[in-house]
């Protein structure tokens, strides 16, 4: 399976800022899929990118794959408390492969 | 459609012990998965099965069995069991024929305790 770098690992933000997780790998990706996991919860599929420079949006969120399909992002505007949990991102292959994941916590 | 079970929810062993951590799916997948997922790691692929009678190695099989005896269900066994496999452990499952995207589905974990 392919493997991905998820950046940042944790980001503690204050109510209302913005927040960014990356997901960048070495190798071209066939397409991507996010998933969501709420403390003490199981992961929860967010979406799936497929074309070179993809953009899609749900809501606050707004997910992009890169042109040169080799990295991946997710951006909330405003974060709610809503908002915390572990944002995973999977290159999607014959065996699905997980980053790390970035942890977010939000004050409110 | 129940999605995909997991039974237990939590179990505690004792160092040796051998016991297999159960899983189901309703929605004809053909796929299944499992996960173990330690603080800090992530997620982190042990085993998986593209149908009934295949099964593979994920990045972390050592210490684990599987079979697949049929689509429904994906147990997972270990043998011997030691506390460094203290962990959550979510089992998946997804379709891998069809349109549009290939959600992958999670149960709710078992949270296994070694001592």
């Known amino acids: 399976g392919q493997q991905v770098m998820q950046i940042p690992q944790y980001q503690h933000v204050q109510e209302g800022e913005d927040f960014t997780t990356y997901c960048n790998s070495s190798t071209t990706l066939s397409n991507i899929q996010w998933y969501k996991q709420r403390p003490g919860g199981h992961p929860v599929f967010l979406i799936q990118l497929v074309k070179s420079g993809e953009v899609k949006k749900q809501k606050r969120l707004t997910f992009q794959f890169g042109e040169a399909k080799k990295n991946s992002s997710l951006h909330i505007t405003a974060t709610q408390t809503t908002d915390v949990g572990t944002y995973f991102c999977?290159?999607?292959?014959?065996?699905?492969?997980f980053g790390q994941g970035t942890t977010l916590q939000v004050k409110p | 459609n129940a999605g995909v079970t997991q039974t237990p929810k939590f179990q505690v062993l004792k160092t040796g012990q051998s016991m297999t951590l159960q899983c189901a799916q309703d929605?004809?997948?053909?796929?299944m998965s499992w996960y173990r997922q330690d603080p800090g790691m992530g997620l982190r692929l042990i085993h998986y099965?593209?149908?009934?009678?295949?099964?593979d190695q994920g990045e972390v099989p050592n210490g684990y069995n599987v079979s697949r005896s049929t689509t429904e269900d994906f147990p997972l066994r270990l043998l011997s069991a030691a506390p460094s496999q203290t962990s959550v452990y979510f089992c998946?499952?997804?379709?891998?024929?069809?349109?549009?995207?290939?959600?992958?589905?999670f149960g709710p974990g078992t949270r296994l305790t070694v001592l």
């Open positions: 929605m004809n997948h053909e796929y």
């Open positions: 998946a499952s997804r379709r891998t024929r069809g349109q549009g995207p290939d959600t992958q589905y």
């Open positions: 099965s593209v149908g009934a009678g295949i099964t």
């Open positions: 999977a290159p999607r292959g014959g065996k699905l492969i």
